[in-house]
C-alpha cells in the first residue's frame, strides 16, 4: 500500500510538471507576439517595448524564464502584468468564496442526486422515475450561465427573494453568507444532481441483477434493507469516485462561469478577469492552482480505491 | 457488441446488427423525437440567409440604431431615445424584427438567432469531428499496443484530463486569439472561427479517448484478433480493419454526445469572450450580451440560451436512444456516462 501511494504521488508530481511546462509554453510560444508588446500596449514606442523585455527578463532563454515564473508562483512574488498586485495573494483571497460555493453546492447535488437516483431505480418505469429522467436530462443540458442569469431575474429582480450579487465573508454574517450563496449553489447544483442521479440509477439497475441482492433477499432481508444496504452502498462507489473529480475540479476554480456571473470573487472568477484584460501571469498561476486540485483529488481516489479494492493496487502493480 | 456487422441480404431473415439497432431506434418514439427536433433546429439555422434576405431584409450584423419601421400604421423607433430595443413585432412588419432588436445597437435578432445558431452548430459539429477522430486513433494505438506507448499516451491524456477544461479553453482561446495560429504554412488569424473549434475538439478527447480504450483493451482479447492476427494481419489492418468496425456504435453515440457538450463548452467559453470573436456571434456569445440588458429586455437572454437548452437536449436525448438501440444490454452504459457526460469536461 505504502509503495501504491508513493508511486501515485510521484506521478501526480510528473503529471504537474508537465502541466506547468504545458501552460508556460501555451503563453510564450504559440501566440507569435511578444509579451512586451502587450504589456505596452498596441501604440507603445519601441523603447518602452524594449524597456519591459529587460525588466521582465522577456530576452532570457525559455527555461531560464521557466524556472523564473515557477521560482516566483512559489515563492508568491509574481506579479500581475496588468494591476501589478502580488497573484498568489489574490488567489489566496478568493479561495473562502471559491470553497464555501463548491462545498455548499456539493452538499445539495450529493444529497438530492441520490435521492433521486435512489427513488428513481426503486420505481424504474413508473411515472416518478419518468419524471425524474426527463428532469435530469434537462438538467444536464442546461447551460450553466444561462440559468444563473434566467434565476438572478426571476427570484432578484422579479420576486426580490435573494440579494443580486457579490460574497460575504462566513466570519462576517453567516446569515448573508448563505443568502448571497443560495442562488450559486443550486445553480452549480443542477447540472451535477441530474448527472449522479441518472449513473446512481443505472447503477442500481445494474447491481439489483446481482447474486449477492439475491441472497441478502433469500436470507430473508426486507425490500428495504435490501435496497439500502446492499444495493445502494454498492452502487455508491463509482458514485465516490466522480464526486472526487467533480469536486477537484470545482475547488480549483472549475466554476468559472458561476463564480463570475455572481460576482463571488473566487479563483474562479479571478481567471475570468484575467482573461478579460489579457493578464498573463494570474491565468497561468490559477491553471495550474486549479490543475493542482484536479490531480490531487484524482490521487486521492486513486489511493482510496486501492485501499477499498486491492484488485486495483495488485492490478497497476503487476503492469 | 464483438459482432462485425455483416451485410444483409434482402429478404433473409437474419438480420445484422445495424438492422436491429434500427427497429429498435424507430420504435423509441422519445428518440426520434429528439432527432426530429434536432433536424428542425438544423434547418432553422440553414435558413438564415433565406430568412435575412426575403424576410427581415437585413443582415445580422447590421445596426439600425436610429430607424424605424412600420408597425401597421404607426411608425416605430427601433431603439427608442433611451437605448431600449423593440420587443417582438411577429409579423406586425412583415417579419422584420419578428423578435425584435437586440439591444442599443438595433439588429434584428431573429436574424442574430439564426445566424448564431449556424456558428454553434457549426463549432459543435466540427470540433465534435475533430474529437472522435483523435480520440478513437489515440485509444486504438494505445489501447492495441499497450506497452510505452499506451503510457505515453495515457499519461498524456492524464495531463490535459488534469486542467480543467474550461481553463485549458479559455488559456489557449486567449493566447490563440493574441497572435493567431501557426502550424508549418498554415496560418490561422487571431479571429477566424477554426481556433474555437480546434480548441474545443481538442480539449474534450480525453473524456473520450479513455472509454474507447479501455473498450479496445477488452476486445484486443477476443479470438477475432487472435485468428485475425493468426492470418498474418499486421497492425494497422487489425487495428482499422478488425477493432474499428467493432467501435462504431460506441463512436456513434459517443460523437452525438459529445456535439452536446462541446456546443455547452463553445457557449461558456464565448460567454466568457475566449470563444467565438466578433462579428462572429453564436448563441453563447448572444446570451453574453444579453445578460447585460437582462432586466429590461429579458427574451434577448431567454432566446439564444433556450436554443441552446433545446438542442444539447435533443442531442443528450437521441445520444441515450442511440446507444438503448445500438447496445441494449449496455455494459458500456456506465462507461459512456462517467466519460462524455462528465461534468468535469462541461463548462460550469
Not at chain 2, 439588429?107 to 472522435?132: C, H, K, P, Q
Amino acid at each position: 500500500m505504502a509503495r501504491f501511494v508513493l508511486r501515485r504521488l510521484v506521478a501526480m508530481a510528473l503529471v504537474l510538471f508537465a502541466i506547468s511546462v504545458l501552460v508556460f509554453l501555451i503563453f510564450n510560444v504559440i501566440p507569435n507576439s511578444d509579451p512586451a508588446q502587450r504589456m505596452a500596449g498596441k501604440n507603445a514606442n519601441p523603447q518602452l517595448v524594449a524597456n519591459i523585455t529587460q525588466d521582465w527578463g522577456f530576452d532570457e532563454p525559455l527555461p531560464v524564464q521557466y524556472v523564473e515564473t515557477m521560482r516566483k508562483i512559489f515563492t508568491g512574488d509574481l506579479i500581475s502584468y496588468n494591476t501589478q498586485l502580488n497573484v498568489d495573494q489574490r488567489i489566496l483571497e478568493g479561495i473562502p468564496a471559491t470553497f464555501s460555493l463548491c462545498i455548499g453546492a456539493a452538499l445539495i447535488w450529493l444529497f438530492f442526486g441520490i435521492v433521486f437516483g435512489y427513488l428513481s431505480a426503486l420505481r424504474a418505469g413508473g411515472p416518478t422515475d419518468r419524471l425524474l429522467t426527463v428532469a435530469a436530462v434537462i438538467g444536464v443540458s442546461i447551460p450553466v450561465f444561462w440559468l444563473a442569469a434566467i434565476f438572478l431575474y426571476l427570484f432578484t429582480f422579479k420576486l426580490h427573494l435573494f440579494p443580486a450579487t457579490g460574497y460575504v465573508p462566513l466570519t462576517e454574517d453567516p446569515i448573508q453568507w448563505a443568502n448571497h450563496l443560495a442562488l450559486p449553489w443550486v445553480t452549480l447544483a443542477v447540472l451535477f444532481i441530474g448527472f449522479y442521479s441518472r449513473v446512481l440509477r443505472s447503477n442500481m439497475l445494474d447491481s439489483m441483477d446481482e447474486d449477492y441482492v439475491r441472497t441478502a433477499r433469500a436470507k430473508g432481508l426486507g425490500e428495504r434493507q435490501v435496497a439500502i444496504r446492499h444495493v445502494l452502498r454498492n452502487s455508491l462507489i463509482p458514485i465516490v469516485t466522480l464526486f472526487g473529480l467533480d469536486f477537484g475540479a470545482l475547488i480549483g476554480g472549475g466554476a468559472l462561469l458561476t463564480e463570475s456571473i455572481f460576482s463571488l470573487g473566487g479563483v474562479g472568477e479571478y481567471a475570468v478577469e484575467a482573461i478579460e484584460t489579457g493578464d498573463l501571469p494570474p491565468i497561468m498561476a490559477v491553471t495550474l492552482y486549479g490543475a493542482f486540485f484536479v490531480v490531487l483529488f484524482n490521487t486521492l481516489v486513486d489511493i482510496a480505491y486501492a485501499y477499498l479494492d486491492p484488485r486495483v493496487r495488485l492490478g497497476s502493480a503487476a503492469q | 457488441m464483438g459482432v462485425t456487422p455483416e451485410p444483409n441480404v434482402a429478404g433473409t431473415s437474419a438480420r445484422g446488427p445495424w438492422q436491429l439497432a434500427y427497429r429498435r431506434l424507430r420504435r423509441n418514439r422519445i428518440a426520434l423525437a429528439a432527432l426530429f427536433v434536432f433536424v428542425g433546429i438544423v434547418l432553422f439555422a440553414l435558413a438564415a440567409p433565406l430568412w435575412a434576405e426575403h424576410v427581415a431584409h437585413t443582415g445580422p450584423n447590421a445596426t439600425h440604431t436610429t430607424a424605424k419601421v412600420v408597425v401597421g400604421d404607426e411608425k416605430r423607433e427601433v431603439v427608442d431615445p433611451e437605448g431600449k430595443p423593440v420587443g417582438p413585432l411577429w409579423f406586425g412588419a412583415g417579419g422584420e424584427f419578428f423578435l425584435g432588436a437586440d439591444g442599443r445597437l438595433g439588429r434584428d435578432e431573429m436574424v442574430r438567432l439564426m445566424y448564431g445558431g449556424r456558428t454553434s452548430l457549426l463549432i459543435g459539429l466540427s470540433s465534435a469531428l475533430i474529437t472522435t477522430t483523435l480520440a478513437v486513433v489515440l485509444g486504438l494505438v494505445a489501447g492495441y499496443r499497450r506497452g510505452w506507448t499506451d503510457a505515453l499516451i495515457a499519461r498524456g491524456l492524464d495531463v490535459v484530463w488534469a486542467f480543467p477544461v474550461l481553463l485549458l479553453g479559455i488559456a489557449l482561446g486567449t493566447a490563440l486569439a493574441v497572435g493567431g495560429l501557426k502550424i508549418g504554412p498554415v496560418q490561422i488569424s487571431g479571429g477566424s472561427i477554426l481556433i474555437p473549434i480546434l480548441i474545443i475538439g481538442f480539449v474534450s478527447v480525453p473524456y473520450m479517448a479513455r472509454p474507447i480504450r479501455g473498450e479496445v483493451i477488452a476486445l484486443r482479447e477476443k479470438e477475432f484478433v487472435e485468428a485475425a492476427v493468426a492470418q498474418g494481419s499486421g497492425t494497422l489492418r487489425v487495428m482499422f480493419g478488425e477493432l474499428l468496425p467493432n467501435l462504431w456504435s460506441t463512436i456513434i453515440v459517443f460523437f452525438t454526445l459529445n456535439i452536446a457538450n462541446n456546443m455547452l463548452l463553445e457557449a461558456g467559453l464565448s460567454y466568457l469572450g475566449a470563444g467565438v470573436r466578433p462579428p462572429d456571434s453564436s448563441w453563447g456569445s448572444m446570451v453574453s450580451s444579453g445578460v447585460e440588458s437582462i432586466y429590461t429586455a429579458p427574451l434577448l437572454t431567454i432566446l439564444p440560451g433556450g436554443m441552446i437548452l433545446l438542442t444539447v437536449l435533443s442531442l443528450n436525448v437521441f445520444g441515450d436512444g442511440l446507444r438503448d438501440a445500438l447496445d441494449p444490454k449496455s455494459k458500456i452504459r456506465l462507461e459512456a456516462r462517467t466519460g462524455i457526460a462528465e461534468p468535469a469536461g462541461t463548462a460550469v
